[in-house]
């Protein structure tokens, strides 16, 4: 019986070389399953890579979501593509051996999940941030179930669901392009499973240390809900986030490069690929636990 083959594809900008290592060595210890590894350089030759490898290197950085997609679309140029994309921060570690033989497991056990999404923490294998966890009701990250979204850097995904919709969204650079891919995912008919029983490691950081946050999250707000939202739920669901946005903005500041951020996603909506989502993907997305307004 053969071994499920995964495609893996890890960006770098050579600017951690110890925790690339790291990641890299737990990757390779991964048993029960058949790997192919591309190392995206976003920007730079990359300078760490496991052996038997695939490399890009990009002559500049072209942003998270497009780095993963050439990626993608180098590994498809190797023969026969895998069943199954993986994608892994290159900060991202594995605790235990059998961790992709067991997320290929539950996606076999969830046929209709096109993304199967392990529960991160931090290094001490228990401490899962809120945004760590792909649901509305954060509170008990252990409980696993159907998901909307998904947390980008360690997610297994069903290759031709992942091409079917067209992969990441290039354009957004950074934050959210996990939101629009997940979207567009569940309406093709396809849901998303977090796996909450299967742990991965990651470093406690917050995103607020690149500079660019408040002004990217934002303008990809706007972004991703013209992508996806039918019309009429596109100001709904702009005026939610706008709300929420300055309720944040008095504890942890930001406000100003938020402002510009919905300004320039709304300056640029009608560069981005318009394809809503059906009515009934809005019931069920709302059935699952998010409404789409959320």
Not at 3 to 24: C, G, K, M
Not at 256 to 279: I, K, Y
Request: hydrophobic fraction near 40%; aromatic fraction near 8%; charged fraction near 20%.
């Amino acid at each position: 019986m053969s071994l499920p083959r995964i495609d893996v594809v890890l960006l770098t900008l050579n600017d951690r070389p110890s925790e690339e290592a790291a990641a890299q060595a737990t990757l390779l210890a991964q048993t029960g399953v058949d790997l192919r590894v591309c190392v995206v350089g976003n920007g730079c030759a990359p300078a760490v890579v496991p052996a038997g490898a695939r490399t890009a290197a990009l002559p500049q950085n072209v942003g998270i979501p497009a780095g993963r997609n050439v990626g993608a679309r180098a590994l498809a140029q190797d023969g026969p593509g895998a069943e199954y994309l993986f994608f892994l921060d290159n900060d991202a570690t594995f605790p235990r051996t059998d961790v992709l033989a067991r997320l290929v497991a539950e996606a076999e056990q969830h046929p209709r999940a096109a993304y199967v999404q392990p529960r991160l923490t931090g290094p001490d294998d228990t401490t899962t941030p809120r945004r760590w966890t792909p649901r509305l009701r954060a509170g008990h990250p252990e409980r696993p179930g159907t998901i909307t979204t998904m947390t980008e850097g360690v997610v297994l995904i069903r290759r031709t669901a992942f091409d079917g919709v067209g992969g990441w969204a290039d354009s957004f650079f950074l934050y959210h392009e996990g939101l629009d891919l997940a979207q567009r995912l569940w309406d093709q008919g396809h849901t998303g499973w977090y796996a909450a029983g299967i742990r991965m490691h990651h470093p406690l950081t917050q995103p607020t240390r690149h500079a660019l946050f408040h002004r990217l999250a934002a303008r990809n707000r706007v972004w991703a809900a013209h992508r996806n939202l039918p019309a009429p739920l596109i100001p709904v669901y702009l005026l939610v986030w706008i709300a929420a946005t300055a309720v944040r903005a008095v504890r942890g500041g930001g406000a100003r490069e938020s402002l510009r951020g919905f300004r320039e996603g709304w300056a640029g909506r009608h560069r981005q690929d318009r394809r809503p989502m059906a009515w009934r993907t809005v019931l069920r997305l709302t059935a699952a636990g998010r409404p789409p307004i959320l």
